[in-house]
Nanobody, 115 residues
């Protein structure tokens, strides 16, 4: 079964940037729309951004204009460039297909933004 491994998180000051990566062990990227999701402490996991096979992108209003999702199908990797980070962006970030498949959730990567 394909696995999704997120990386690139860390601690950053408000206004800073991070680039997250999500690597797949299988070939799911080439066939599917992929998404980034996040879960803040005490809150439900929410959708942040989506990218289709043809690289059409959509974003949640909360990240629009600050985050950019991209993909490299040859490397089975999807990225999330996060700029102008805010304390409210603090969360564990996950990637998955879209719609998400329950069996494909990985460990996520922690993003912490200090004020």
């Amino acid at each position: 079964q394909a696995q999704l491994v997120e990386s690139g998180g860390g601690l950053v000051q408000a206004g800073g940037s991070l680039r997250l990566s999500c690597a797949a062990s299988g070939s799911i990227f080439s066939r599917n729309t992929m998404g980034w999701f996040r879960q803040a402490p005490g809150k439900q996991r929410e959708w942040a951004a989506t990218i289709t096979r043809g690289s059409f992108t959509t974003y949640a209003d909360s990240v629009k204009g600050r985050f950019t999702i991209s993909r490299d199908n040859a490397k089975n990797t999807v990225y999330l460039q996060m700029n102008s980070l805010k304390p409210e962006d603090t969360a564990v970030y996950y990637c998955n297909m879209y719609p998400p498949m329950p069996d494909y959730w990985g460990q996520g990567t922690q993003v912490s933004v200090s004020s």
